[in-house]
């Protein structure tokens, strides 16, 4: 699990560190730099892969960018020097791995150039590179290449996990099989796309009792109370809304109140609620989801209750993956206040964080924790989200 | 088409809101029903039993819709919206303290309140005032019907889908503490779960036997009463 992440130099992200939990909720401001900080994670992901380039930030959910974008662009503050490079690095409890990108403003390449790297397994150094090192071709990680000889252990497992990572954007069209998935991704690309197929998998797995996808499974029929069943079938011509599908396969979910027959709705029919619903079940159960992704937007198209008990069975989906060592972390971004009171935050691997800009426009990122203070006002009845609207808590735009 | 009644409910929990509308639906087959569910505005992270589900949460509710009445929920704006308001508790709360539930601070430290039973009407009368007093006292609505199935709303259920299991018919069922051990036991054809799933597909079932259920059980008919007065209120 990546314990800490830290970023410097990134878009608005002058210099930030942010210790993370299983499940990690931001909340901010439009143009506050949640995102930002998904797509930093990105760029090092792309970087512990060995390249960073277009096609490799596209793959993980990032937004190339030209260097004068990527690179921070604020005055200098008094006395200090801005960092040439980007600096990005993320530790575990017993390994890390830090990097510093470089690539010239004027005269821009296609790939980042490695500065520097550092990877530690425990006390153990497994690479390091400096900029004084020669020989080695600079837009290639040195830690990707490295990981070949290295067998197992807490550095290796770090490195993979950053490597996987990806930010998932969940669009209602994709999810319904209505528009192509651009980013293909096992089980689900990047957009939703192949929801259908996913779910195929994710029903076998849930056949098993005590399994997670079970449970996840009962969950969400829980969570969608129109719908009886669901589950996904090859579309049929005759049956199915005639708009155009990108996919042979779609999920199904069998109305309640209908009758026999006439009760059975496709993903393109179905609300978009319920695909969002099941879209974050399955990439929570899936044996191939990865082990580190965010999920920008989570509360899209979800009735403000639906997405409090949403993110209520999501931390205990995470929690109770983890607990079976199922490695799993996420990290979500919302402008939904009612997430908030869904978060059991007095679950320390559950963690609530506040993206605010300062006022030079610099990324600011906050932890909220229930200490006694918060305690307090809950007694006198008030809500987490409550809180946040009113501004008490930060990540609220001046409007 | 008849008019749609618009029935708001705090319920302990999700399987009994599908008890409540079988209810519903048996009783007034020729209407349409929405069942608006009402929860407590509360934030998981200030409650470390979970989101105040249960009777905690039912409590909870009735506070703050007393609040929001400013001082009872005969002023609150929840019967703006709704025909009638019901509010449920099984009457086992009425062998509970407050802190069973996490509930610190209770307006009147007034459970438990359980008397002996048979009967059960003397517990579920001490815990309708109880409920009143979270309502915010006697002067709440006509429009305000409780629901106190005692002990659960599980009695109800079995008495409803299985009506010749010889215990329903013995003057103490509506005093046994766990009448949720026959749901298990009954006829395989009729078996439930305590499950919103198995509920849901049973749903019908109770509907169908709610008549007989209102008939036999004392509190099943005082609820069975009760609504058509608030509905005609």
Request: charged share 25%; with cysteine; aromatic share 6%.
């Amino acid at each position: 699990m990546l314990r800490k992440l830290t970023m410097k130099a990134f878009k608005s992200v002058e210099d930030v560190a942010v210790e993370l939990g299983l499940v990690n909720v931001f909340i901010g401001a439009n143009g506050s730099g949640k995102s930002n900080l998904l797509e930093g994670l990105g760029v090092l992901s792309a970087a512990a892969n060995g390249m960073v380039d277009t096609d490799a930030l596209l793959a993980r959910g990032v937004r190339p960018g030209t260097p004068s974008l990527y690179k921070t662009a604020f005055p200098p503050r008094r006395g200090r020097r801005a960092l040439p490079h980007l600096y990005f690095s993320a530790e575990s409890a017993e390994a890390r791995y830090e990097v510093t990108l470089h690539n010239p403003l004027k005269s821009p390449e296609p790939a980042w150039r490695y500065k520097t790297e550092l990877w530690m397994d425990g006390a153990d150094k497994l690479l390091g590179r400096s900029v004084r090192q020669r020989g080695y071709n600079p837009k290639r990680g040195l830690a990707a290449l490295k990981s070949a000889e290295v067998e197992g252990g807490p550095g290796l497992s770090l490195l993979e996990t950053l490597q996987g990572y990806v930010i998932y954007s969940p669009a209602t069209a994709v999810l319904r099989g209505v528009e192509a998935e651009r980013r293909e991704k096992i089980p689900l690309g990047l957009a939703g796309g192949n929801l259908a197929i996913a779910l195929a998998d994710f029903k076998r797995m849930s056949r098993d009792r005590n399994s997670l996808a079970n449970c996840i499974s009962r969950d969400i029929r829980g969570l969608i109370d129109w719908a009886s069943a669901y589950s996904y079938s090859r579309l049929n011509r005759r049956t199915d809304s005639p708009a155009g599908a990108s996919s042979a396969y779609t999920v199904r979910f069998r109305d309640r109140y209908m009758r026999d027959g006439r009760n059975v709705l496709s993903g393109q029919d179905v609300s978009e609620g319920a695909l969002h619903v099941l879209f974050l079940g399955v990439l929570a159960a899936h044996p191939d989801s990865p082990t580190l992704c965010s999920v920008d937007n989570a509360d899209q198209g979800l009735n403000p209750r639906l997405a409090k008990a949403l993110v209520g069975r999501l931390c205990q989906w995470y929690v109770s993956a983890n607990e079976a060592q199922v490695a799993r972390q996420i990290l979500l971004t919302t402008h939904n206040p009612l997430i908030l009171d869904g978060l059991p935050l007095q679950d320390d691997r559950i963690r609530l964080f506040t993206v605010s800009r300062t006022t030079t426009g610099r990324t600011t990122i906050r932890r909220i924790e229930v200490d006694d203070e918060l305690l307090a006002r809950a007694a006198d009845g008030w809500t987490l989200s409550r809180l946040w609207v009113m501004g008490h808590l930060g990540g609220v735009p001046d409007v | 088409m008849s008019e749609t009644l618009r029935v708001a409910v705090a319920v302990e929990g999700p399987t009994d809101r599908i008890v409540l509308e079988a209810i519903l639906n048996a009783m007034y087959p020729e209407r349409d029903v929405v069942l608006n569910v009402l929860r407590p505005d509360l934030s998981a992270a200030f409650a470390p039993e979970g989101l105040a589900g249960g009777w905690g949460g039912v409590y909870h509710w009735c506070r703050q819709a007393a609040m929001e009445g400013l001082g009872s929920v005969a002023g609150s704006r929840v019967l703006d919206h709704n025909d009638i308001l019901v509010v449920h508790v099984d009457a086992d709360v009425a062998r509970k303290d407050y802190q069973s539930a996490g509930i610190v601070n209770p307006t009147n430290d007034n459970l438990p309140c359980a008397s002996p039973c048979p009967p059960p009407r003397d517990t579920t009368d001490a815990l309708r005032e109880v409920v009143m007093d979270w309502l915010g006292g006697p002067a709440a609505c006509r429009k305000l019907v409780l629901c106190i199935p005692s002990m659960n709303m599980e009695a109800w259920v079995v008495a409803a889908v299985w009506e010749d299991n010889p215990l329903v018919g013995r003057s103490d069922w509506e005093c046994r503490s766990n009448p949720e051990d026959q749901l298990g036991q009954m006829p395989l054809d009729r078996r439930l779960r305590k499950s919103q799933e198995d509920y849901r597909q049973g749903l019908p079932l109770i509907a169908a036997g709610w008549p007989t259920v209102a008939a036999r059980l004392e509190e099943a008919g005082r609820f069975a009463a009760d609504i058509p007065v608030a509905v005609g209120g």
